[in-house]
């Protein structure tokens, strides 16, 4: 994934864009997502946290 990339985790309506870096450090550690990102500068939803680990292909542990 280039570091330029974004994805959005959350919705048409409502877009919630993460960059490559974060996206590779939810893939690591989800649990420390759920809640946070970047420090606690964004919150994810439990739904948001899913969609993400969705596009990187992992499922959410539960």
Do not use: K, W
């Amino acid at each position: 994934m280039p570091d330029e990339a974004r994805v959005n985790i959350g919705s048409i309506e409502s877009p919630a864009y993460i960059d490559a870096h974060t996206c590779a450090l939810a893939a690591e550690n989800p649990d420390h997502f759920l809640g946070q990102v970047a420090g606690g500068s964004t919150i994810l939803s439990e739904g948001q946290l899913s969609a993400l680990l969705a596009y990187l292909g992992r499922p959410q542990q539960t």
